[in-house]
């Protein structure tokens, strides 16, 4: 069995390789290859170490338009390709805060925030579980097949819930399951760097967040993850939108 800390440190150490490559981070083991999910207009003029950097299963800035002025925050930024996305939305208005555990990460983020010269986008170095954002101070929380990662997700769901205005809403990509995976697979520590093992059954995790206090759950889009284990076909990428009450 895998203790949390554990987790935390593969992760860790698989995204800060996957920050400093050179070659990009579509590796067998990554999440996805996430930039095949953005329009061209989305990514046009940002940095390639953003696009290299990002090992996302979705695009959750394209579940519901932003609108201009939003405060969004992005759990598990990377290398910031989701919050230029967002910041362009907002506009000079808006702003957004990219949370990421890995050092690495946030340097690049940052690194990429600088030479676009945004001024709208900051990145923090802190777990998403528990975060120096002020309570009901945002709009929208987007997260790119990141909260399959955490241990916790219940922790996760409770900062969310924590940080949004009442009535913000939050957009997600992310792994779920259709069906436990066998125990093996759960086991192996490779899978979970590679957003598998941390999946969880799509009715365990709708019901995480609604005890949070998220209403209004929707699962927006849903594709069948293409691997080539046997279980493959449990593993499935879904968008969900869900808000906090009024």
Not at 59 to 69: Q, V
Not at 87 to 101: L, S
Not at 173 to 197: E, G, I, K, Y
Not at 218 to 236: L, Y
Request: contains cysteine; glycine residues 8%.
């Amino acid at each position: 069995m895998i203790s949390d800390a554990d987790v935390k440190a593969l992760v860790r150490e698989r995204y800060a390789e996957v920050a400093n490559a050179a070659g990009g981070c579509c590796a067998d083991d990554s999440c996805g290859t996430s930039t095949q999910l953005y329009d061209n207009e989305q990514i046009e003029g940002l940095p390639s170490e953003a696009l290299t950097a990002s090992a996302g299963c979705g695009n959750p800035t394209a579940i519901d338009d932003l609108k201009p002025g939003d405060t969004v925050v992005d759990f598990g930024s990377g290398g910031g390709i989701d919050c230029f996305i967002a910041a362009k939305a907002v506009g000079e208005q808006g702003h957004v805060i990219g949370v990421d555990m890995t050092p690495d990460m946030v340097d690049l983020a940052r690194r990429n925030a600088a030479s676009l010269g945004m001024t709208n986008v900051t990145f923090h170095l802190t777990e998403m579980e528990s975060t120096p954002i002020a309570g009901d101070s945002v709009d929208v929380i987007i997260s790119n097949c990141v909260i399959n990662l955490a241990p916790d997700k219940d922790a996760v769901f409770r900062e969310a819930h924590r940080i949004l205005k009442p009535g913000g809403r939050m957009f997600i990509s992310d792994m779920l399951l259709t069906a436990p995976l066998p125990a093996h697979a759960t086991a192996d520590a490779r899978n979970w760097v590679a957003c598998l093992s941390g999946a969880e059954p799509q009715e365990v995790y709708l019901g995480r967040m609604r005890q949070a206090g998220f209403e209004r759950m929707e699962i927006v889009d849903d594709k069948p993850w293409q691997g080539e284990q046997e279980w493959a076909s449990r593993v499935h990428s879904m968008n969900i939108k869900a808000y906090k009450p009024a």
